[in-house]
């Protein structure tokens, strides 16, 4: 598959199926492949072969579906094409792992964390041989989080196994069958009739596990014990000792909890476990069976100071008048509470009661006042939670008091947005307790912070509850009940709001055309959805739904939605416009009013400003709820799911669509790509950085992608990926030569230092390849050549250089660069001071790193540092190794010959310059030291050196270097070659022209020439390959000398290279001429998944 593909090593297949893909209205079967990253599909047939490869992360759309043309067909869309896959011998099997790795793929767009958290997954005791690994892993996985969501478990909870069993329930005298599951923390029970019965018995709640005696009628029964005095009893099970003793081992690892005990966020001491079948030690009754009992350690958070670390502030602001004061509303009231302790009493209380429809009943008709913090605790798991982890949330607390961060700044800004017409929230007791759960949440999930409305949330379950309470209920709410709700792109009530968009169109066909047509559906939903209606009803109204959310989930939400717009369809079929929609739907919320409310009422700020001279008819939650369970009850939980599944795949697409948009928008006009272009760039720029989480390396940093950065920072490469890409979009061909220039381009972008570059960096790079004059081309290539881009490794000579960067080396650009460097370590300090600090980067710091490159002048030829004679050997090998493969290649050449002697003998005039004015060594800013040597250099020097002394003044150097190079070189074009990289013929003119040895053989070497320069130009006929150089004649002692050193004192200019170069049309013609990047992108795009292996895990280090 691998080879049939071009997929690398770590290209895991996950599985393959025979199928039929049509492609217009022909069927070619073939075999279809499922990998972790792409779907493939291969056929052979009658001579025709057809190869497809999709990644997951580019598919828009998966569904199964079946029409005349297409019958039972998977069709798979991306931006581009729509694919059909049909006749298939187990389309369901194959739709689902389609589906998985779909899912997989774009979790890892919304969230890389995410995705690697979930990856450790419970190996099978008995695993099947015929599956593979990977596809047992991915079913165990989906079974996880099945498991999680419908018995609101923790995230880490894991599924051990299940099988079918009865369950007795004695409130009313029958064996209830259904499925019973194990995992590592918890026992559960699920009728097969939906609402038949729930259970959820806790390990840490078991005392005793015993098999009793097996009867005709009762075989295998299994009886389990509890803290709390509740039997329950199994039977009909498969494997009955293998079960116990699964749960007995479960058992053993379940840590018993001693008063005052803490222990932290995991499970991993075991203090005198309970035996299988004996009752526990009296020691462990001290932890909570229920939310009602003491919570002994658990009020440890400040209890002496702060009255809401025990109980919720509408107990504390609101004065508790007696039942009989408030008439039918207390009688019903009481009657609630009644009902509930009866029920209490036949079903349990506590995370072990039997959930059934009489349970669902009962939240139907409201819960009361002084059960709700209870009872929301149990129904969302969030129970479970803060009995595991005592002593966490005060942790929280101490670690986030004072420090500030971007989401303790936004938190701050909406503290007195918090249902300001409470009287709760009107003083600083609430104000401060919203702030502490808020900001320990922030510091708990740093990926979400803190998203708007999450304080109107928060600010209502800290009414019910205590601080600790809140906190928990805000963690499952946030982490498992609605998903992706509170991150920064609100991705979760975006794909809820198309769930509902696709229910509209299914349940209220005549007005969902009307809904989409004024633009509702999406500016109503998120609020609704986001608040859990809080903000858009009365308080008392909103927390009726609220209790039905924490039982239902988010199916109830859906159902109060589609019920509101079926009660309004008269009047929103009329309206003309978006406002008038707003405002119909608008006042309907504000006057859903609950009767049976025994609290105050509080005033709903939303219905001050939408009441109007005519105000509609009250209408009663309950009735809103009964009529939302009677049309549109046939919503079921996994219909959920499968619908959240598809709409995720279009909100992501769409937001990474917007998020390529903006990048885009980010980068310069003057940067010289189209917007196509730059779209096209950014795609492969994305795929490239999604590539190094598909095939694990060790490049953790590249990998880790934080959501929360600003659109441009969130894909960045790294140095081996911005190779692959150099080496396929550059239209500097180098050969081999390549992966050393690709490394210097990377340097020299790179200017935080942090071995990454970001999207702007990489076109930055591409434009001064691809677009300006032949001056800001020669310029990209002349600053590849100077440090940063270019190392001391790099430039070292092959017998020694070790005074590279010394004071006795060519510091023309020394000292500038050195400036350079300090004026950006302030930067690059700063940056990293962000980075190791605990809080995340303020926006403030992206906008004032902005600012600065906006501030930043236009860089002119002047301000470029001059290059010594190594840079400059290393910059013609870069020229060499350029011209290889041009059709041009013997013209330039010869023309690259030409230039590099002229100027190497240009160097010597500067260095005699130099010796003239003194023996120190120059700065690059003094300007003055050159026309000063010009001025005492003539009388000395000989006469025929007068033609190349003229290129010495920058200014005025153009045509003197015409006449020079012409004058002096027109012998020499046919005999001397400029061979840089592979020079393998030895020098025979002049002895101070000698190259070692190992210079001249070493075809591949890296390392530049050394090459003697010792100030006369003389210029004699040279073998074929011989590197011309300048040279005085010395005796060859001197000679031998310093055959093998670096002359410190040469150095040249930009302006004199630019020069030089302009003699020679060929170069001229050869920097000028357009290529089109966007066929090396088409290119790009058909190879983008065949990496090699050994270049994903080269190391680093290789580029110095």
Known sequence: MRKQFG??????????????YWKGRVPRQGWLYLTVNHLCFYSFLLGKEVSLVVQWVDVTRLEKNATLLFPESIRVDTRDQELFFSMFLNIGETFKLMEQLANLAVRQLLDSDDFLEDKPLPRPIRPHRNISALKRDLDARAKNECYRATFRLPRDERLDGHTGCTLWTPFNKLHIPGQMFISNNYICFASKEEDACHLIIPLREVTIVEKADSSSVLPSPLSISTKSKMTFLFANLKDRDFLVQRISDF???????????SIGGRKASVVDPAPESSPAPQEVLEQPTSPSSPLSSHQ????????TASQGLLKLFQRDPSMEDLGAKGAKEKMKEESWNIHFFEYGRGMCMYRTAKTRELVLKGIPESLRGELWLLFSGAWNEMVTHPGYYAELVEKSIGKYSLATEEIERDLHRSMPEHPAFQNELGIAALRRVLTAYAFRNPTIGYCQAMNIVTSVLLLYGSEEEAFWLLVALCERMLPDYYNTRVVGALVDQGIFEELTRDFLPQLSEKMQDLGVISSISLSWFLTLFLSVMPFESAVVIVDCFFYEGIKVILQVALAVLDANMEQLLSCSDEGEAMTVLGRYLDNVVNKQSVSPPIPHLHALLTSGDDPPEEVDIFDLLKMSYEKFSSLRADDIEQMRFKQRLKVIQSLEDTAKRSVVRAIPVDIG??????EDLYVVFKAKHLASQYWGNSRTAAVRRDPSLPYLEQYRIDVSQFRELFASLTPWACGSHMPVLAGRMFRLLDKNKDSLINFKEFVTGMSGMY??????KLKVLYKLHLPPALTPEEAESALEATHYFTEDSSSEEALPQEERDGSGNEDVQEKRGEEKGSSPPDYRHYLRMWAKEKETQ?????DLPKMNQEQFIELCKTLYNMFSEDP???DLYHAIATVASLLLRIGEVGKKFSGQTGKKPRDDAHSGDHNGAKEDEPPASEPHQDPVQELQPPATGDPQAKAGGDTHLGKVPQESQMVVEGGSGEGQGSPSQLLSDDETKDDMSMSSYSVVSTGSLQCEDLADDTVLVGGEARSPTTTAR????????????????????????VLVNFFEKRVDIGLKIKDQKKVERQFSTSSDHEQPGVLG
């Open 673 to 678: 790509f189209s917007i196509e272009e730059l």
């Open 858 to 862: 236009k860089e002119t030829i002047k």
């Open 7 to 20: 997929m690398p090593e770590g290209e895991k297949l996950v599985n393959y199926y025979s199928c039929s």
């Open 300 to 307: 440890s958070f400040c209890a002496q100071e702060v009255p």
């Open 1042 to 1065: 310093v055959g093998g050193t670096v002359d410190t004192d040469w150095c040249i200019s930009f302006e004199q290279i630019l020069a030089s170069i302009l003699t020679e049309s």
């Open 251 to 261: 058992l053993q690892k379940t840590p018993s909890k001693q008063p005052g005990s």
């Open 888 to 890: 041009m290649e013997q």
């Open 771 to 776: 677009h300006g004059d032949l001056t800001e």
